[in-house]
């Protein structure tokens, strides 16, 4: 249930397995976070932007590669000088941070000549959990790894053993707003996995998440998968012997099958999961998952501009280097924003893309949350339109020289999202992934429902899909599984 990233991983790998597959989707089409929509002829990316994992033997290449997307699915780099720009407006300093591991570390060292201790101590520890981590090997994909130290202490806490440089932490801490928990609450652990991806190589997909969704669309169709949205389940009946036994669809239809995975907010999950087979403890744990921010985006082009110099870019602007202050819903400055600039096209016709996001919380928008798409009131439009503004004087003010020419097309706030992706508060990234908590992820107590998704183990694309190749190893068999990776790998 769900066919965003991890849904489709998923039912494909199934599907490629010789499973019987149907995929329930609750919008009018699938691909979730990762479709594109069009304004004016313009492509643009709802909640899928970069991604890490596109390195040589990275774990998005890896699992693009077994579902068969290599040839469909192509990543941009974003490795040009210029790329990957992180600016601390507080005293104008400017990051221009290099592709690779290696590379991000010497540039590091380069900016903060006498923070070498501290540099060399927080990139060795990333190495550790990532070698240390099996999950993020396909070959020895498993549900549950053993958790090591850095599981225990949060990123906060590791960088202030080590340096007293509130622009070196705030560098070193700047992913967190790809992932949206704040250096406080997220275990060192999992802000390296998801930092590891990014260091190593941070890029695009040509034509967005609707290359993905393309590419699982010509391989469904030779694999035995039913797509049906518009449809979701209202109920799980007949439960005997710890499972269920009845999918009842909101279309009434009743549904059987061996198995039934989740791939949505875990809050959604338990209001259909059967009431008197969750234990009181359950409930409580799985409602006290913390929904993540959302954002307010912004969508344009820039007309009249040389493809040829037009990104891919990203550049972050920081109003602070306190992350946590950026991450806090009751922080009332101004907001990070994320610039990414990129050339698309469609239909013969190339565009100098920009889509600039800034991190929103639903408790800033709750006067305006019973209204709906097409139909809100004049003061959230004010408030829309305030944004805009703000946002488009802040990308002139990076880029001056896109000043007369940058062409607002359209805007979202969280709430938009919410709208358009079923997904609570208009989050991206799900749940806040925090330290010493337990995910909803795996088998459940009901012995034939599973959860995968980006609030499984780690959000984001390569997040959402690991969770699916775990969930599909459970579902398929160890040894069945293992000889299928091996097989798809050595082709
Ligand atoms: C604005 C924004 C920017 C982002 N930028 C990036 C980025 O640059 N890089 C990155 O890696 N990640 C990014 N993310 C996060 C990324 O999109 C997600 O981590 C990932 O795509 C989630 O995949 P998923 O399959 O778990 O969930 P989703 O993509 O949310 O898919 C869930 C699907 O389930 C469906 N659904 C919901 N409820 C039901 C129901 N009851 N019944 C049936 N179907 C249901 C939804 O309609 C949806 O299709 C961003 C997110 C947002 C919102």
Redesign the pocket.
């Known amino acids: 249930?769900?066919?965003?990233?991890?849904?489709l991983t998923l039912a494909l790998l199934l599907g490629l397995n010789g499973r019987k597959v149907l995929l329930?989707?609750?919008?009018s089409h699938i691909?979730?976070?990762?479709c594109r929509f069009y304004k004016e002829g313009v492509p643009f990316d709802t909640?899928?932007?970069?991604?890490g994992g596109f390195s040589s033997g990275g774990i998005l290449t890896d699992m693009l590669h077994v579902l068969g997307f290599t040839d469909s699915v192509k990543p941009i780099f974003f490795s040009a000088p210029g790329a990957v720009v992180f600016v601390f407006e507080q005293n104008g300093a400017v990051y221009d941070m290099p592709s690779g591991m290696e590379n991000f570390r010497v540039a590091t060292h380069k900016y903060f000549p006498n923070e070498s201790a501290a540099i060399e101590e927080y990139f060795n520890r990333v190495k550790k959990v990532c070698q240390s981590t099996v999950t993020l090997d396909l070959r020895k994909i498993a549900l549950s790894a053993e958790p090591i130290d850095e599981d225990f202490v949060s990123l906060e806490d590791t960088l202030n053993a080590s340096t007293a440089n509130p622009i070196l932490k705030g560098l070193l801490s700047v992913v967190c707003l790809c992932y949206g928990t704040n250096p406080k609450e997220v275990s060192f652990a999992n802000h390296a996995r998801v930092s590891a991806g990014l260091y190593n190589s941070v890029a695009r997909i040509e034509n967005g998440g609707q290359a993905f969704i393309q590419a699982f669309r010509d391989f469904s169709v030779k694999s035995n998968i039913t797509i049906l949205c518009n449809t979701?389940i209202s109920e799980c009946a007949n439960v005997r012997d710890d499972r269920v036994g009845e999918f009842i669809l909101d279309n009434g239809d009743k549904v059987f099958a061996d198995d039934c995975t989740f791939?949505?907010h875990p809050h959604?999950i338990i209001k259909i999961l059967p009431r008197q087979h969750m234990t009181k403890a359950f409930i409580e744990r799985v409602s006290s998952l913390e929904t993540s921010n959302?954002?307010f985006?912004v969508f344009g082009i820039v007309e009249n501009a040389d493809p040829a110099t037009f990104g891919p870019s990203i550049t972050s602007l920081l109003p602070t280097c306190d992350i946590n202050a950026l991450l806090d819903p009751l922080y009332t400055g101004s907001g990070a924003l994320v610039i990414v600039r990129s050339i698309e096209k469609n239909k013969d016709k190339t565009y100098c893309v920009i889509n600039a996001?800034e991190p929103e919380f639903y408790s800033r928008l709750k006067q305006w949350a019973d209204s709906k798409v097409g139909n809100r009131p004049p003061a959230y439009l004010e408030y829309k339109e305030r944004k805009v503004n703000e946002i488009r004087e802040r990308i002139c003010k990076a880029f001056p020289q896109y000043r007369s020419n940058l062409k607002i097309l359209g805007a979202a706030s969280a709430l938009t999202?919410r709208d358009y992706?079923?997904?609570p508060e208009g989050n991206?990234?799900?749940i806040k992934q925090k330290i010493g908590q337990f995910n909803l992820f795996g088998k459940q107590s009901l012995l034939n429902i599973y959860v995968a998704?980006?609030s499984a183990i780690l959000?984001?694309?390569?997040?959402?899909m690991l969770s699916s190749f775990i969930v599909a190893r459970n579902i398929i068999g160890k040894e069945e599984f293992s000889s299928f990776i091996e097989k798809e790998l050595c082709n």
């Open positions: 249930m769900g066919s965003g990233a991890s849904g329930l989707e609750k919008a691909g979730g976070s990762l909640g899928f932007h970069f991604t979701t791939t949505i959604e959302g954002f985006s996001f999202f992706l079923f997904s991206a990234y799900g998704g980006q959000p984001g694309l390569v997040g959402a």
